[in-house]
């Protein structure tokens, strides 16, 4: 696995800080992790300026509130096996701000939340996710970290060998009896009834297709050992993150790992990938974005990968 030495988590002193921590420790122990920073942005601390004039020191005050609130969660939740150095970042900003002390610091992952209900729109974790530059969890509320079971969508790309072997690590890692599913969702492609064929006789044609590339794309990994599953999916509604949601759900996966394209944070905007129509998503299961550590691809090279 891409060494996830210096890791960073995003906190906003809501119920999802419990879960959040709690993955952290998980990581912790089953990473290479060897520092955990703690970081809440706070957005707006509505202080007149008649009144910060008055009592200059409110603002420090009230920093120091939400740096105590957020220790008391982790003291808490934050139980690693072994140890680790731990930083609490309290500071004023935005979401920008969250990412510029994350890669200003060399993060080699991200941790946030992703909020279900009816007011959660998802639109901060989905800054987040396009301008990250290193790899990146999200979390779900209410879920417990384990890896009894992993799936992976792969499209025989580079991107998916990394996302195989990052998951392969990670089972190893844990020590646990993990079992790993590759998932390919495949397509018809239109014009197929030009061929003289139905439907889902190219269907079959394609997922034959798709099995042997199968065959030839896992003969390239070393999988150490751990149980690795394929599965085969022909997409049918033109949603992929909807295709590996359902595998997801049925399967009762713990994480979904996907390999995406590495970016600067700039080119990143431009990404467009299944990765961010993941994100898009109301998960059910953390997932874990991997991508290749260093990789610095331009605002041409990106353009030309979408």
């Known amino acids: 696995m891409e060494p996830f030495k210096n890791v960073f988590v995003g906190l906003d002193t809501s ?7 709690k993955f952290a420790s998980f990581m912790a122990d089953h990473t290479s992790a060897e520092k955990i920073t703690f970081v809440n942005i706070v957005r707006n601390l509505n202080i007149p300026a008649n009144v910060r004039k008055e009592f200059p020191e409110i603002e ?27 930083v609490y970042l309290i500071k004023k900003g935005q979401t920008g701000t969250f990412l510029d002390v994350a890669n200003k610091s060399k993060a080699d992952l991200i941790i946030i939340g992703q909020k279900k209900g009816p007011d959660a729109t998802g639109v901060t974790t989905m800054r987040l996710a396009r301008r990250a530059s290193c790899n ?25 060998k990394l996302a195989v072997e990052q998951t392969i690590d990670f089972a190893v890692r844990t020590g646990s009896k993990s079992e790993i599913i590759c998932q390919n969702v495949y397509t018809v492609p239109a014009g197929y ?9 190219f269907g079959e044609i394609m997922k034959k ?8 794309f896992i003969k390239k990994i070393k999988t150490r050992d751990i149980p690795i599953r394929a599965e085969y999916d022909l997409d049918t509604n033109d949603n992929l993150a909807s295709d590996i949601y359902e595998l997801a759900d049925s399967e009762k996966v713990d994480f979904v790992i996907i390999g995406a394209k590495g970016r600067t944070a700039a080119a990143a905007l431009f990404l467009g990938s299944l990765a ?9 299961q953390p997932l874990l974005v991997v991508r290749f550590k260093g990789k610095n691809a331009g605002l041409i090279e990106t353009l030309r990968e979408i």
């Open 136 to 160: 990146l969890l999200i979390v779900p509320d209410n879920v417990e970290p384990k890896v009894d079971k992993l799936l992976v969508p792969v499209d025989f790309s580079s991107y998916a």
């Open 60 to 86: 420090e005050t009230a920093l120091k509130e939400r740096k105590d609130k957020i220790k008391v969660t982790v003291k808490e939740h934050f139980k690693p096996e072994k140890k680790v150095k731990v």
């Open 193 to 201: 009834h030009y061929t003289g064929k139905t439907f889902e006789e």
């Open 209 to 216: 297709n798709a099995q042997e590339n199968f065959e030839k």
């Open 276 to 284: 961010e129509k993941m994100v898009n998503e109301k998960m059910n």
């Open 15 to 21: 119920e999802i800080d419990v879960t959040l921590v």
